[in-house]
């Protein structure tokens, strides 16, 4: 049986190296909160004016602000930064706290959509940066994609993606 961390690697193009090489700097220190908060500001004004109602209706029961601030809070906590995430929700337990949505390759693709899309404009992350985070981003998607598919089924999962960083590089 395929793990989480290889249908991932599949579904999304691109392998656990790329991934994962958001861990080789520390990104919290090289771009600071304020972009994370920009970055994550600009992602979900866009989700939230999706023109797909589907799309739109996966985030209905959601607060604009509080997604924003789990998002960043997630990012800097997984890019190098302070557990502000853990210290709130605690574990972040992606697959667990995603459960109640619909995650499936259509809305990875679109969430993907839009992250690219902020990426693009958000001008204090460097090119590279820029593809290092989005290989993650691409491969945690679907990573969320093949748990949701085992929780369907099921089974227990285990979560690598939802790891603490240290706050120092790696």
Request: charged content about 20%.
């Amino acid at each position: 049986m395929q793990s989480l961390q290889e249908k991932a690697s599949q579904w999304s193009g691109v392998d656990q190296a790329d991934a994962f090489a958001i861990d080789s700097t520390n990104l919290f220190e090289k771009l600071g909160l304020q972009t994370f908060i920009n970055l994550s500001t600009n992602f979900y004004t866009r989700v939230f004016d999706d023109e797909e109602a589907w799309f739109r209706s996966i985030f209905a029961n959601s607060k604009k602000e509080e997604a924003i601030q789990n998002q960043y809070e997630f990012f800097v906590q997984r890019m190098g930064g302070p557990p502000l995430y853990s210290q709130r929700k605690g574990h972040p337990a992606l697959i667990g706290r995603h459960k109640p949505f619909p995650v499936t390759h259509q809305a990875a693709e679109r969430w993907l959509h839009h992250m690219q899309q902020a990426l693009d404009t958000t001008p204090d992350i460097d090119a590279d940066t820029k593809v290092k985070m989005m290989n993650f981003f691409r491969h945690t998607a679907f990573f969320l994609v093949a748990g949701n598919e085992l929780k369907n089924q099921n089974q227990p999962v285990s979560c690598k993606h939802g790891a603490s960083k240290p706050a120092t590089a790696v």
